[in-house]
């Protein structure tokens, strides 16, 4: 497709399983982004990839959350054993200059955690 | 640390007339700001951008006024339309920073 591409929408879990939320970004896209979002609030910055280099990531908020890039295009985050307080919308955007500069958003997946 | 704020959570235009979001950032060494916009149940998107060399910026009936010596910046919306309505965020970063800081967001409603 032409846009950010991310899956499922929405995603209802349990307290303590692992979830999984995929991106797919933009062809072409060298650098990919995955941002937070919780209920009226702005964006929190998790993770960034970008190319070949090693993935920032100093805004993941716990050892729970992970985050792979396969082949410089598709990227999955991975969140272990949910809490209550990781319900929000889950963000991805791509970019094919870095620096933080014209991202793309995908629409997000909404995770609710019972 | 740094942060970036809006003045507004809420603003309300009539159609048709001009709508202006403010937004404070207290990084002095921030160089690049973007404004967003999200509408409900879809990703932020892309509106205008401005280096910190310009204090001006014109887009489609949208301009963004940066003021770096008091660390403000604004989005001006011109003859507002339904479609215009929706949260609006600033987010800035500086050169070698990957990472925009973004507000909390103004909604912005336009009454018919």
């Known amino acids: 497709g032409a846009g950010v591409s991310q899956s499922p929408s929405n995603k209802v879990t349990e307290k303590g399983k692992d979830v999984e939320l995929r991106c797919d970004p933009i062809?072409?896209?060298?650098?990919l982004y995955w941002y937070r979002q919780s209920l009226g609030q702005g964006l929190e910055f998790l993770i960034y990839?970008?190319?070949?280099?090693?993935?920032?990531k100093s805004g993941l908020p716990s050892d729970r959350f992970s985050a792979e890039r396969t082949g410089g295009s598709v990227s999955t985050l991975t969140i272990q054993r949910t809490q209550q307080e990781d319900s929000a919308v889950y963000l991805c955007?791509?970019?094919?200059?870095?620096?933080?500069?014209?991202?793309?958003f995908g629409s997000g997946t909404q995770l609710s955690v019972l | 640390g740094e942060s970036v704020g809006l003045h507004l959570p809420t603003l309300s235009v009539q159609e048709g007339d001009n709508s202006i979001i403010n937004c404070a950032y207290s990084?002095?060494?921030?160089?690049?700001f973007i404004w967003y916009k999200q509408e409900s149940g879809k990703g932020p998107q892309f509106i205008i951008d401005?280096?910190?060399?310009?204090d001006k910026r014109q887009g489609q009936r949208v301009t963004v006024l940066l003021n770096k010596t008091v660390k403000h910046l604004s989005l001006q919306i011109a003859a507002t339309q339904p479609g215009d309505s929706a949260v609006y965020f600033c987010a800035e970063t500086f050169h070698g920073n990957e990472k925009l800081t973004f507000g909390t967001g103004t909604r912005l409603t336009i009454i018919p």
């Open positions: 062809s072409g896209h060298t650098a």
């Open positions: 955007a791509s970019s094919s200059q870095g620096g933080g500069e014209k991202l793309f």
């Open positions: 990839f970008q190319g070949n280099s090693a993935p920032d």
């Open positions: 401005i280096r910190s060399n310009m």
């Open positions: 990084n002095s060494a921030s160089d690049y």
